[in-house]
């Protein structure tokens, strides 16, 4: 899967199959589904989904919780929109794949 058909899954009603934790969390996210997003990554200790975390409070508007889940993820917060933001964790978890 590429981002690409990442992206055009968004226009079903379920996450790719093949979609790990942190993309099915992404797409949740993008579906409009911010609260299924958080459940799905909050508890996962690793970078990765920090930086989902980071985003998630980014886009809620807790710029300081944010900043702490960036720092957490071994990020600085980007001087990108938030939808820029989404494509390059979306297409960087995708190329971990």
Do not use: C
Not at 61 to 73: E, Q, S
Request: aromatic content about 12%; charged content about 25%.
């Amino acid at each position: 899967m590429n981002l690409t058909t990442f992206k055009t899954s968004l226009s079903a009603s379920t996450p790719p199959p093949e979609a790990n934790v942190y993309l099915q969390a992404l797409w949740h996210e993008a579906k409009g589904n911010w609260e299924k997003a958080h459940v799905l990554i909050q508890n996962l200790p690793d970078q990765n989904a920090a930086w989902i975390h980071s985003y998630l409070h980014r886009k809620e508007g807790d710029t300081w919780n944010a900043d702490y889940w960036y720092g957490r993820a071994g990020r600085e917060r980007p001087q990108q929109t938030l939808e820029e933001e989404w494509q390059s964790i979306s297409a960087a978890l995708l190329e971990e794949e």
